[in-house]
């Protein structure tokens, strides 16, 4: 299994990311996903979640109306797109995968993150 997060980087205030997060190992089809990140000296905090269909999106308060979480199940890529970047966005981001089984066993998987960081 693998999640593997790309499109980070260093972005003025203001401006715009896309990150994607290729998914391998799995049906990623028939998983829900997330955005989880973590800001330097503190802990996760989940970002934005979509269901496996990708019809149905929830977002953190913090980015509702700037982010967009969406995915394409043919290319196996989940993607979130960062506009109006704040500083408090600045932090490494996670994609993660979950699914829950048949008598109760829930399986997650996470990618090794990207960061994301202002000047």
């Known amino acids: 299994v693998r999640l593997v997060e790309s499109g980070g980087g260093l972005v003025q205030p203001g401006g715009s990311l896309r990150l994607s997060c290729a998914a391998s190992g799995f049906t990623f089809s028939s998983y829900a996903m997330s955005w989880v990140r973590q800001a330097p000296g503190k802990g996760l905090e989940w970002v934005s979640a979509i269901n496996s269909g990708g019809g149905s999106t929830n977002y953190t308060d913090s980015v509702k109306g700037r982010f967009t979480i969406s995915r394409d199940n043919a290319k196996n890529t989940l993607y979130l797109q960062m506009n109006s970047l704040k500083p408090e966005d600045t932090a490494t981001y996670y994609c993660?995968?979950?699914?829950?089984?048949?008598?109760?066993?829930?399986?997650?998987?996470w990618g090794k993150g990207t960061l994301v960081t202002e000047p």
């Open positions: 993660k995968g979950n699914k829950l089984f048949p008598r109760g066993t829930l399986v997650n998987y």
